[in-house]
């Protein structure tokens, strides 16, 4: 079993900044891709950024603002959030993906007040 902890989430003003992490943990293949993704009230589902080995990738909205970066050694994943905007209000989903398997955190709610 995989076993997905998010944290670091809040409530903060437009232009704060705050980290996320996510550790992983159980039977975990090597080469996975993990990743953020955000939903907002009434709206889809969506990817915020990536990493792998291959690389990083953001969705549009967060490039220049947002970093994603990893720990292997720790299987834990983190996003670096600054610049946040009331747009960037959701709850933020840790995922980990790999050999067609995706796994879920329990979500962390953060919240940009304007």
């Known amino acids: 079993q995989v076993q997905l902890v998010e944290s670091g989430g809040g409530l903060v003003r437009a232009g704060d900044s705050l980290r996320l992490s996510c550790a992983a943990s159980g039977s975990i293949f090597s080469s996975n891709v993990m990743g953020w993704y955000r939903q907002a009230p009434g709206k889809q589902r969506e990817l915020v950024a990536a990493i792998s080995s291959g690389g990083t990738n953001y969705v549009d909205s967060v490039k220049g603002r947002f970093t994603i970066s990893r720990d292997n050694a720790k299987n834990t994943v983190y996003l670096q959030m600054n610049n946040l905007k009331p747009e960037d209000t959701a709850v933020y989903y840790c995922?980990?993906?790999?050999?067609?398997?995706?796994?879920w955190g329990q979500g962390t709610q953060v919240t940009v007040s304007s």
């Open positions: 995922n980990l993906h790999f050999i067609g398997r995706s796994f």
